[in-house]
């Protein structure tokens, strides 16, 4: 089954810009979808097919998919920006969900 | 604007089978896939399963042969049934059904149910 890798952690200063990968087989050939968690609260999306920004989510959240590799980009970062990220995609193939392991933003 | 509510009990038994409903509001449960997620503590999301309107289902291969799901048009609800392992609480985690990207256009989450699993 596919498999979506993420690192562990991202830390980035306020005003900065922080960049969290998911990596996948030839991830480019599928639609990766991003998600925010905060504690104790559902994931709210933040980007979809790559790059979509989804109503009321801000600029300053941005999202690309390349080769193995897909990226949510996050600029001027915010306090309140921090939280988990995982990465989403829809294997057509079998018809699965898969989830990244998720990313843990911490703000400096 | 879509809502999804989880329901069930919070507490069950090892060895045991976990059932849980969402009831979906706001809009029509047809035309869309229907997915449970979990997670446990401390731990990231994992995808449980899904089932479409017409019943047709697709599971996590890790749970495949403990899960099952129905769907009940009329009441706009649809359910989880996990057949718990006996003597671990590998179960324990908060459950969230959902709409998600990618198999629908609709990206919409319940607040999620905890469920512990002890004797």
Not at chain 2, 5 to 13: I, M, T
Request: hydrophobic residues 30%; contains cysteine.
């Amino acid at each position: 089954s596919y498999v979506l890798t993420q690192p562990p952690s991202v830390s980035v200063a306020p005003g900065k810009t922080a960049r969290i990968t998911c990596g996948g087989n030839k991830i480019e050939r599928k639609s990766v979808h991003w998600y925010q968690q905060k504690p104790g609260q559902a994931p709210v999306l933040v980007v979809h097919d790559d790059s979509g920004r989804p109503s009321g989510v801000p600029e300053r959240f941005s999202g690309s998919n390349s080769g193995n590799t897909a990226t949510l980009t996050i600029s001027r970062v915010e306090a309140g920006d921090e939280a988990d990220y995982y990465c989403q995609v829809w294997d057509s193939s079998n018809d699965h969900v898969v989830f990244g392991g998720g990313t843990k933003l911490t703000v400096l | 604007q879509v809502h999804l509510q989880e329901s069930g009990p919070g507490l069950v038994k090892p060895s045991e089978t976990l059932s849980l409903t969402c009831t979906v509001s706001g809009g029509s449960i047809t035309n869309y896939y229907w997915n449970w997620i979990r997670q446990s503590p401390g731990r990231g999301l994992e995808w449980v399963g899904y089932i479409y309107d017409n019943g047709s289902a697709n599971y996590n291969p890790s749970l495949r042969s403990r899960v099952s799901t129905s769907v009940d048009t009329s009441k706009e609800q649809f359910s989880l049934k996990l057949r718990l392992i006996s003597v671990t609480a590998a179960d324990t985690a908060v459950y969230f059904c959902a709409s998600l990207w990618g198999p629908n256009d609709m990206d919409v989450w319940g607040p999620g149910t905890t469920v512990t699993v002890s004797s």
